[in-house]
């Protein structure tokens, strides 16, 4: 994927202390970020749905499809155990 151009903000005003000051305070926030992980779920299915490439947001595919699982509902809790089925496959002493 080529740009024509590519969105900038030029600080080119700011002293050489202040614009040391911007990389550290633009760092912290970073750092500091959340994520909304039903909402960043959301908006990654929907680039999916696109045929947007997902691995170019900087998510591996453990996360992928650690978030997709909990927007689809695909996974459940480690602990969760599912209700027997009222006519079981398999009995005791099956072997």
């Known amino acids: 994927m080529s740009l ?7 600080l080119d005003h700011l002293t050489e202390t202040q614009k040391r000051a911007y990389i550290i ?8 970020a959340g ?5 960043l779920a959301v908006e990654l299915a929907a680039l999916q749905e696109e045929g947007y490439n ?3 947001t900087g998510f591996d595919a453990d996360e992928f499809m650690e978030l997709m699982a909990d ?4 996974l459940t809790d480690e602990d969760q155990v599912p209700d ?3 006519v079981p496959v398999t009995m005791a002493g099956d072997l």
């Open 4 to 10: 024509p151009e590519v969105p900038v903000i030029i």
């Open 25 to 32: 305070a633009d760092n912290r926030l970073a750092a500091s």
């Open 35 to 39: 994520w909304d992980d039903d909402m």
């Open 54 to 56: 997902l691995h170019l």
């Open 71 to 74: 927007e689809t509902g695909a």
């Open 84 to 86: 027997a089925p009222p």
